[in-house]
Nanobody
Framework: QVQLVESGGGLVQSGGSLTLSCAAS????????MGWFRQAPGKEREFVAG????????QYVDFVKGRFTISRDTAKNTLYLYMYRLKPEDTAVYLC?????????????????WGQGTQVTVSS
């Protein structure tokens, strides 16, 4: 059974930093792309960042480029999202995800497993 468990969310002031972690179990994650999505109240779930199995390629949505960094530790089956210069508009539930294959997709339909999410709140 695949499980994704996020941690590291919280309340931070605008301009601050947070690091999210996602502990994965139940599959050979070194064969699958992984990513982070987020969902704010009343809005659709949206792609934030993704990384391929070998951690040699990553992809970011424009509004986080230069502020967020995704990485993965294959040996520990753990995915990370380092978030810097946070803005109030970054407030959302952040969800860890695995894709159906080794690629990365910005489409929620290409995700086969989701974590339960961790709340990030950025105050102004």
């Amino acid at each position: 059974q695949v499980q994704l468990v996020e941690s590291g969310g919280g309340l931070v002031q605008s301009g601050g930093s947070l690091t999210l972690s996602c502990a994965a179990s139940g599959r050979t994650f070194s064969s699958y792309g992984m990513g982070w999505f987020r969902q704010a109240p009343g809005k659709e779930r949206e792609f934030v960042a993704g990384i391929n199995p070998k951690a040699g390629y990553s992809q970011y949505v424009d509004f986080v480029k230069g502020r967020f960094t995704i990485s993965r530790d294959t040996a520990k089956n753990t995915l990370y999202l380092y978030m810097y210069r946070l803005k109030p508009e970054d407030t959302a539930v952040y969800l860890c995800a695995t894709f159906r294959g080794p690629g990365i997709s910005q489409q929620v339909d290409e995700v086969d497993y989701w974590g339960q999410g961790t709340q990030v709140t950025v105050s102004s």
